[in-house]
């Protein structure tokens, strides 16, 4: 049950002034195009973004609420006159690059790149003391300076004289814009601009102006975000190798094949969290918080692990009379050791699945992996006297998102109750089991069965190892253009999901949110036994529990348009 403002909207806004400049120059010089240039962004960030600003109080049962003790509080507040003051900081980021497309002869093409590029972060945030004693870092230090270079090599090559073959490919390293969003938590997040409290059984107060914040000592802990100063911003290696053939009958086939390596890429830390030397029942350490000051302190620092293989085929033909028609499969394995989904920082960290390790880098399966995709398009153009028409179908077929199966209960102590992968036990009856939806071992059988669990019985399952239902989806296009003197007029009419306005209960697209579901409740040891405890909500390993259903793209739309060209 849920009552108030969302924690994370009551203080939230971004204000940006973005200054962008970019100067090409081209050079034709004999089999040589030369191309010269520089972009440079200069950004000027004014980001309010408080969570819990009129306090969160959690309970863990109705009795607890109606006792007015919350299990749990959470309150965040900028220091000085304005409790909602925002973060402000402003960062540049510089690039030149050069390219040469050089035509070594009519079959063979060559392009040749170098860019440059120079994120500089212009203020420094404040500096904590009683982080840098606590844990020998400076949260003034921040980035800076890193001169990112990506070079690139790319080629179109044409075997033979028929001009039915192309084989093209090429080699390089990319690097994205740089993620301002995660480098503003070191600036906000220094326990200096914003403090941010927690602590446990606090009394409720209804007045959101005035929330508790005195508290016992040792009962409430100040969290921070900090950024390791050699930090570097991401970058991947790609190659990508092509195949097109003209096929009899005018038919176009083309096989790709692509490769990304991951050569620096975000991995959160929680540094405030220690082995305690205990371990949990399934062999993974129990934290602790290494300062009773703080609570959460996250660390952005790096991982260079990770990796994607892509593979793709697509046939295509146009035919006299108008008609084109396509068909293509992708085929896609990813592994990732972490992925930031969030620009928060402690929910980059907490919401990262884990087998209840948390400072080793797992490589898993990405959270972004679509192993199987078909897609079909077949469109018709005519015309019926002076005006022309198009009509259309676009059918995709692809694998669900992977997911993840979590136990709460916070099993390995590191404050975090959303990333406890699940323990599959070898046995049923190796499990004390509690709840109403105390599971028989049939019931128990049939959920991992299901789900595809028992391929982990007495291990913990891995991340992302299960897979979301196929999404399928059928569009229809039409339009058709009347010329009006010098405008030419065009009418446009679609319907999405056209296999749900047919079949109502066809075309639904079922999704895990958050790609996660937590089927049960780790309740501690039983000390009769020495077994660990389950606790089952009712019908929480009912089978299908743990989707959901996009309400809009799973129901059919139609779509009106009109568009004016002068």
């Given at each position: 049950?849920?009552?108030?403002?969302?924690?994370?909207?009551?203080?939230?806004?971004?204000?940006?002034?973005?200054?962008?400049?970019?100067?090409?120059?081209?050079?034709?010089?004999?089999?040589?195009?030369?191309?010269?240039?520089?972009?440079?962004?200069?950004?000027?960030?004014?980001?309010?973004?408080?969570?819990?600003?009129?306090?969160?109080?959690?309970?863990?049962?109705?009795?607890?609420?109606?006792?007015?003790?919350?299990?749990?509080?959470?309150?965040?507040?900028?220091?000085?006159?304005?409790?909602?003051?925002?973060?402000?900081?402003?960062?540049?980021?510089?690039?030149?690059?050069?390219?040469?497309?050089?035509?070594?002869?009519?079959?063979?093409?060559?392009?040749?790149?170098?860019?440059?590029?120079?994120?500089?972060?212009?203020?420094?945030?404040?500096?904590?003391?009683?982080?840098?004693?606590?844990?020998?870092?400076?949260?003034?230090?921040?980035?800076?300076?890193?001169?990112?270079?990506?070079?690139?090599?790319?080629?179109?090559?044409?075997?033979?004289?028929?001009?039915?073959?192309?084989?093209?490919?090429?080699?390089?390293?990319?690097?994205?814009?740089?993620?301002?969003?995660?480098?503003?938590?070191?600036?906000?997040?220094?326990?200096?601009?914003?403090?941010?409290?927690?602590?446990?059984?606090?009394?409720?107060?209804?007045?959101?102006?005035?929330?508790?914040?005195?508290?016992?000592?040792?009962?409430?802990?100040?969290?921070?975000?900090?950024?390791?100063?050699?930090?570097?911003?991401?970058?991947?290696?790609?190659?990508?190798?092509?195949?097109?053939r003209e096929l009899p009958g005018g038919i176009r086939a083309t096989v790709e094949g692509m490769f990304t390596k991951t050569l620096q890429d975000v991995f959160y830390k929680n540094i405030n969290k220690v082995d305690s030397g205990v371990k949990t029942f399934y062999g993974a350490p129990v934290y602790k918080n290494s300062s009773t000051a703080f609570n959460d302190v996250t660390y952005l620092t790096n991982t260079s692990r990770g990796e994607q293989q892509n593979i793709s085929v697509q046939l295509e033909k146009r035919f006299p009379f108008g008609l084109y028609v396509?068909?293509?499969?992708?085929?896609?394995?990813?592994?990732?050791?972490?992925?930031?989904?969030?620009?928060?920082?402690?929910?980059?960290?907490?919401?990262?699945?884990?087998?209840?390790?948390?400072?080793?880098?797992?490589?898993?399966?990405?959270?972004?992996?679509?192993?199987?995709?078909?897609?079909?398009?077949?469109?018709?153009?005519?015309?019926?006297?002076?005006?022309?028409?198009?009509?259309?179908?676009?059918?995709?077929?692809?694998?669900?998102?992977?997911?993840?199966?979590?136990?709460?209960?916070?099993?390995?102590?590191?404050?975090?109750?959303?990333?406890?992968?699940?323990?599959?036990?070898?046995?049923?009856?190796?499990?004390?089991?509690?709840?109403?939806?105390?599971?028989?071992?049939?019931?128990?059988?049939?959920?991992?069965?299901?789900?595809?669990?028992?391929?982990?019985?007495?291990?913990?399952?891995?991340?992302?190892?299960?897979?979301?239902?196929?999404?399928?989806?059928?569009?229809?296009?039409?339009?058709?253009?009347?010329?009006?003197?010098?405008?030419?007029?065009?009418?446009?009419?679609?319907?999405?999901?056209?296999?749900?306005?047919?079949?109502?209960?066809?075309?639904?697209?079922?999704?895990?949110?958050?790609?996660?579901?937590?089927?049960?409740?780790?309740?501690?040891?039983?000390?009769?036994?020495?077994?660990?405890?389950?606790?089952?909500?009712?019908?929480?390993?009912?089978?299908?529990?743990?989707?959901?259903?996009?309400?809009?793209?799973?129901?059919?739309?139609?779509?009106?348009?009109?568009?004016?060209?002068?």
């Open positions: 049950m849920l009552a108030g403002t969302e924690r994370s909207s009551g203080a939230n806004g971004l204000d940006q002034d973005i200054l962008e400049v970019t100067d090409d120059f081209t050079l034709l010089k004999g089999d040589h195009t030369i191309t010269i240039g520089t972009h440079n962004e200069f950004f000027k960030f004014s980001n309010l973004f408080i969570q819990d600003v009129t306090g969160t109080y959690y309970f863990g049962s109705i009795d607890k609420f109606e006792s007015g003790i919350a299990d749990r509080y959470a309150y965040n507040f900028a220091n000085g006159s304005d409790p909602r003051r925002p973060t402000a900081f402003a960062a540049q980021q510089w690039g030149i690059y050069a390219g040469d497309q050089w035509r070594v002869s009519n079959s063979l093409t060559l392009n040749l790149g170098l860019r440059f590029d120079l994120p500089r972060l212009t203020d420094s945030p404040t500096y904590n003391p009683l982080v840098d004693t606590t844990y020998g870092i400076d949260t003034s230090e921040v980035p800076n300076n890193q001169l990112m270079v990506s070079p690139r090599l790319g080629f179109n090559w044409v075997p033979g004289t028929s001009g039915k073959d192309q084989i093209r490919g090429g080699v390089g390293v990319f690097a994205g814009r740089t993620p301002f969003v995660w480098i503003s938590n070191a600036y906000g997040g220094t326990g200096i601009e914003i403090t941010g409290l927690t602590a446990n059984n606090v009394p409720f107060n209804p007045d959101p102006y005035n929330p508790p914040i005195s508290f016992p000592p040792g009962t409430g802990a100040v969290s921070v975000d900090t950024i390791d100063p050699d930090f570097k911003f991401p970058q991947i290696l790609r190659t990508t190798l092509a195949y097109d396509t068909g293509a499969y992708a085929y896609s394995k990813a592994k990732a050791a972490f992925e930031g989904t969030s620009s928060v920082a402690l929910s980059n960290w907490q919401f990262q699945t884990t087998n209840g390790n948390i400072t080793t880098e797992q490589l898993t399966r990405s959270f972004f992996e679509v192993p199987h995709r078909f897609t079909v398009v077949g469109q018709q153009g005519f015309r019926t006297g002076p005006v022309n028409h198009n009509v259309g179908l676009v059918f995709t077929a692809q694998a669900g998102s992977p997911y993840s199966v979590l136990m709460g209960g916070n099993p390995n102590g590191d404050g975090a109750s959303g990333n406890d992968l699940l323990f599959v036990p070898q046995n049923y009856s190796d499990i004390i089991w509690l709840g109403a939806g105390a599971p028989t071992e049939a019931k128990w059988n049939e959920f991992l069965s299901m789900t595809g669990l028992d391929a982990y019985r007495g291990r913990v399952a891995e991340r992302n190892g299960l897979d979301a239902p196929w999404v399928r989806s059928l569009d229809f296009h039409y339009d058709f253009e009347v010329p009006i003197t010098a405008i030419k007029a065009q009418i446009t009419f679609d319907v999405l999901n056209l296999i749900n306005l047919i079949d109502s209960n066809s075309g639904l697209i079922r999704y895990v949110n958050n790609q996660t579901y937590t089927a049960l409740n780790y309740s501690g040891m039983d000390a009769a036994t020495g077994k660990p405890k389950y606790t089952v909500n009712s019908g929480s390993l009912d089978e299908g529990r743990q989707y959901s259903t996009n309400d809009l793209r799973s129901r059919w739309q139609i779509k009106l348009g009109a568009r004016l060209t002068y």
